[in-house]
Antibody, heavy 124, light 112 residues
Framework: EVQLVESGGGLVQPGGSLRLSCAAS????????MSWVRQAPGKGLEWVAN????????YYVDSVKGRFTISRDNAKNSLYLQMNSLRAEDTAVYYC?????????????????WGQGTLVTVSS | QSVLTQPPSVSGAPGQRVTISCTGS?????????VHWYQQLPGTAPKLLIY???NRPSGVPDRFSGSKSGTSASLAITGLQAEDEADYYC????????????FGGGTKLTVL
């Protein structure tokens, strides 16, 4: 069964740090770009970060650049998100997801599967 | 404010057909970028419903279909069932943004 399981969420004070993990199983993790997508309470979805199969390329949404770092360990089939200098507006459920491209282009990738998510709450 | 606009809510009776629109612009859907759709049941993670404008992953019923024309895309659900009550999100790419993917604001489908 293809599965992604996130962990590491919790309550943290503004300015604090948190490290999220995502354990993959049931598919060849090392063959896929991986992503983090977040959803603030009662709000829509927002792409956060991408990482290439070998970790050599990483991309971030502007609002987290310089504060968040995406990484992976293919030997452990795991994806990570190190979040520093957290702000109240980072409060959200964070999902990890595998990124897919069509056979002809990767200009508009899609995300599948998704993990169940882990809640990060930034509050004093 | 997303660059992809969806109606906040739609509704329909069991057995009916409903459509959810996703309106973009010349820098995203109108530029030819593919549109994808996700279903998010209450309290669960999003699930891929349609990819590449009109393709269904295995396991997704053929009651769900997607289309794209010009600067808009649509998700159609026929034979509406109670278990279809969920939030639906469209997703594409926008060349004016430094983001790997952009999502619509989401549409809440209520089955009457």
């Amino acid at each position: 069964e293809v599965q992604l399981v996130e962990s590491g969420g919790g309550l943290v004070q503004p300015g604090g740090s948190l490290r999220l993990s995502c354990a993959a199983s049931g598919f060849t993790f090392s063959s896929y770009w991986m992503s983090w997508v977040r959803q603030a309470p009662g709000k829509g979805l927002e792409w956060v970060a991408n990482i290439k199969q070998d970790g050599s390329e990483k991309y971030y949404v502007d609002s987290v650049k310089g504060r968040f770092t995406i990484s992976r360990d293919n030997a452990k089939n795991s994806l990570y998100l190190q979040m520093n200098s957290l702000r109240a507006e980072d409060t959200a459920v964070y999902y990890c997801a595998a990124r897919h491209c069509s056979s002809t282009s990767c200009s508009s990738p899609w995300f599948d599967p998704w993990g169940q998510g882990t809640l990060v709450t930034v509050s004093s | 404010q997303s660059v992809l606009t969806q109606p906040p809510s739609v509704s329909g009776a069991p057995g009916q057909r409903v459509t959810i629109s996703c309106t973009g612009s010349s820098s995203n859907i109108g530029a030819g970028y593919d549109v994808h759709w996700y279903q998010q049941l209450p309290g669960t993670a999003p699930k891929l419903l349609i990819y590449g404008n009109s393709n269904r992953p295995s396991g997704v019923p053929d009651r769900f279909s997607g289309s794209k024309s010009g600067t808009s895309a649509s998700l159609a659900i026929t034979g509406l069932q109670a278990e279809d009550e969920a939030d639906y999100y469209c997703q594409s790419y926008d060349s004016s943004l430094s983001a790997s993917g952009v999502f619509g604001g989401g549409t809440k489908l209520t089955v009457l």
